[in-house]
């Protein structure tokens, strides 16, 4: 009977390849879909690097095609596919994988995949694929290799092959130890002008290159200015406001970071030598915290509220209702110069009574709590100015897109 036949289920040999080689090294755009399509982008590439484990793993892909499909006998519905990522990594590579996931189940829509990798970064694919369709098995395709002195030699010319040409592992293996060097070079010549103990700076610098690198990478800074970068530009006023102010209040914060650490090198006769009294170091520490506030948070107040002002009338101009929030902060800011000031001085001189910071930061707490109110009053009066101003942006944004 009709009724009794089992429903044929649609299964998908889905193939990733999430550091985008197929695409680099071939120019074929993905998705790659069907058979033949697979085949010949596995040739192109296999052509283009014959080394290549994702071209590897597009062969694995298809034979397991082929082979399902011949015992198969028309039970299921087999379908192949290839999808890719990025060079980029992270975040970029995990939205284009999940976006030609999506194409490719609307052109075949699976009740089930077998998922094909090289094994690289299989923790990362597999919550992506998971969370959109079923994975009843996985085929890791790692590529074979002899012991031998002379492929282990090829194995190692293959890998530093990559090192150089591969731009994720090149900004690392070559990049940060080029800007050491670099460092290193400027170093050796002002010490031949300017005589200082050249071992210490190059710890300081090696130390502020490292973590410069691994502070950018944990908080994803370096794709933050890539993408930044990448937007198409859009001439603003409101644009060209926030960045004036926002590069003269870094100017402002840097010369008053500036003058405190020199005020404190020269009065505090401090030198950076390696190694450091720490004895000496603990006591002069709260006095020197002290000074590097009282020297410093005048002008860098100044370099904020210049920020912020800023970021204020652009928020104005575009008619977005962070200006409320913003102005609030303005103030809030401002008055905080008041409570560091007060504070440096009793860190300077502990005998100082504390009635001056404790009067600054309750009268700074009212303050809050006013502009709070204020800004909150004023953003329900002025609302309809915000919001026709917000909807007038997103029609004109509308009317720009192609149709």
Sequence with gaps: MAGNEKKKEHLLILCVDRDDDVGRK????????????NLKSALKLILADPEEADANAMFEAIRVYDTLSKNGKGSDVYEIATITGSDLGGIAADRKLV??????LKVFPADSIILVTDGFADEDIMPLVQTRIPVTSVRRVIVKHSES??????????????????????????????IFLISIGILILLQIFIRFDIYTWVTIVGLIILGSYLVSKGYGIDRKISAFLSRPYRYSISDMVSGFSLTFGLILIGIGLYQAFSFIIVNFEVSFQIPVDVDSLIVMLPVL?????????????????????????????????????????????????????????????????????????????????????????????YKDFFVRGRKGEKEEENEEEPS
């Design 26 to 37: 071939t120019g074929v755009k993905t998705p790659i879909i069907g058979r033949e399509e």
């Design 99 to 104: 976006s030609e996931l999506e194409d490719v």
């Design 149 to 178: 002195i002379e492929e282990t030699a090829a194995l190692f010319s293959r890998y530093w092959r990559m090192i150089i040409e591969e731009p994720r592992y090149s900004r690392i293996f070559l990049g940060l130890p080029g």
């Design 289 to 381: 915290i002290g000074w590097l506030i009282n020297k410093a948070i005048t002008l860098s107040i100044a370099g904020l509220c210049t920020i912020f002002i800023g970021k204020s009338i652009a928020y104005l101009l575009d008619r977005d209702p962070k200006f409320w929030r913003t102005s609030a902060l303005i103030i809030i800011v401002a008055w905080s110069w008041t409570v560091f000031n007060e504070a440096s001085q009793i860190i300077i001189n502990p005998s100082l009574p504390p009635d001056n910071l404790i009067m600054s930061i309750m009268v700074g707490i009212i303050i809050i709590v006013c502009s709070g109110l204020t800004t909150h009053l004023l953003s329900k009066k």
